[in-house]
């Protein structure tokens, strides 16, 4: 048996090996630059997302009773809604009473208050 752990290794790039590394060492390098490049577009979109004030819908957000305009990212739809809880899951009533299943909606955007009578 040789111990190879302690001498130095030589390249001189021809060997079947170090071509094999060096090709996966080129993919690896070429996938982390392309994930970076996908994280900056995610948070490109989201910036654009939140500059518009739509958030996405998570489970903690929109609370319940809260009133607030839904829609869909992949449609061109938005209604103005409130999150209630039913006995199966929760869901959006719209305005004129319709009821929408939860998952209908990704993203939602706070109301501003409605406006009040000046005092007379």
């Known amino acids: 048996m040789t111990d190879l752990s302690n001498k130095p290794i030589s390249y001189t790039g021809s060997h079947p090996l170090e071509l094999t590394y060096r090709a996966l060492l080129a993919r690896a390098e070429a996938a982390e630059a392309e994930a970076a490049r996908l994280a900056a577009r995610v948070a490109e979109l989201e910036a654009q997302l939140a500059a518009q004030g739509w ?8 609370h319940y009773a809260e009133r607030v305009a ?18 199966d899951d929760d869901e959006w009533e719209l305005e004129d009473g319709k009821m929408l299943d939860w998952e209908s909606a990704s993203v939602a955007i706070e109301l501003p208050p409605l406006p009040q009578e000046p005092p007379q």
């Open 55 to 62: 958030r996405p819908v998570t489970e903690d957000w929109p």
């Open 70 to 87: 839904i829609g869909h990212v992949a449609g061109n739809w938005a209604a103005i809604a409130t999150r209630v809880q039913s006995p």
